[in-house]
Structure formats: structure tokens, C-alpha cells
């Protein structure tokens, strides 16, 4: 891993009162708390999460099998500042506290930046799905055709961290 720089922000668990402002947020950014992936559609305001200082971004799980947790999204607000870092390693403490093995996560082939993120904090491309955005379009309409750098959004790529 590359070198970065550290600053201290306080992690918390998603408390009943961060709902209502993570669901403005989804709908906002995300278009809305349903999201499709991995072939299912996934009630975001579900899960358990982690959030970062005074709300500066937040990051929401699930159990993956038996041995991971699955960062389903992450959000920081301020990039570059430490804050998706230091929710993914708040997560993969907690994941290793309860016992599990790895961290996954999913994102879309036209994701680069998050592609680099991810392999940026120790991850590994794990599994590819292609054509896995036809699957979610179906649950999901409103997924663009074109994403980030206007490539088009088509593949699932996974990545895990072993901890």
C-alpha cells in the first residue's frame, strides 16, 4: 500500500437519528435506498453502518458468508481528507474483532476511482460478473448506461481484503 497521510477522525456506529439523513443522502446521491447488486435488491437503510466524524460520510455492511462482511457503499464527502479510509479500516477492525476473515466489496467496471481506492487500502480483485448491470437495470431502471468517464457500466468486479 501506498503511503497516505493520517488524520484522526472519530468513528461511530449509524444511530437511529442518522437514518433520516442517510436516506436524504441516498436519495440525493445514490437515487434512493434500494440499490441492485449482485443479482438482488438491497434496502440500504437496513443495514448496519459506520459514520464518520460530524457526519462527514458513512459506510454501510452486511454479512457475506461466514468469514466477511460486505461493504455494500461507502460515502465520504470530502475526498482526500482520510474519511473513506479510516470507515473501511473502523470496518475491518470491527470485522476482525467479530471474527471474520476478510472485507468485500463490489463496484462497477466504469468505477475507476474506486477501483484505485480499494487496491490502494490492500484489496484484490476477486471476481468479475459480466454483463451484471443488465441483471440490476432489471431491478433497478434508473442505473445510467454511461457511468464515470463515460465508459460504459456493464461488469461487477469484487474485491476482498484478507484481515
Known amino acids: 500500500m501506498k503511503a497516505r497521510r493520517f488524520v484522526m477522525i472519530g468513528i461511530r456506529p449509524v444511530n437511529d437519528q442518522d437514518r433520516e439523513w442517510i436516506a436524504a443522502r441516498l436519495a440525493s ?3 434512493g435506498p434500494m440499490q441492485a447488486y ?9 443495514l448496519k453502518g459506520l459514520v464518520a466524524g460530524d457526519r462527514e460520510g458513512f459506510l454501510l455492511y452486511r454479512p457475506f ?4 462482511y460486505d461493504i455494500v457503499l461507502l460515502e465520504a464527502f470530502e475526498r482526500g481528507e482520510g474519511i473513506g479510509t479510516a470507515l473501511v479500516d473502523a470496518a475491518a477492525a470491527l ?3 467479530t471474527g471474520l476473515r476478510r472485507l468485500v466489496v463490489t ?3 466504469d468505477n475507476l476511482d474506486a477501483l484505485r481506492f480499494y487496491q490502494d487500502r490492500g484489496f484484490h480483485l476477486s471476481a468479475l460478473r459480466p ?7 432489471r431491478l433497478k431502471p434508473s442505473i445510467p448506461q454511461t457511468g464515470a468517464y463515460g ?3 456493464r461488469d461487477e468486479i ?6
Request: glycine share 8%; with cysteine.
Open 158 to 163: 469484487d474485491l476482498e481484503r484478507l484481515l
Open 95 to 97: 470485522a476482525k474483532k
Open 107 to 109: 463496484t462497477t467496471n
Open 65 to 68: 458468508g461466514e468469514d466477511a
Open 151 to 153: 465508459l460504459p457500466i
Open 29 to 31: 446521491g445514490w437515487g
Open 131 to 137: 454483463n451484471a448491470s443488465v441483471a440490476a437495470r
Open 38 to 46: 449482485h443479482s438482488e435488491y438491497v434496502d440500504c437503510l437496513a
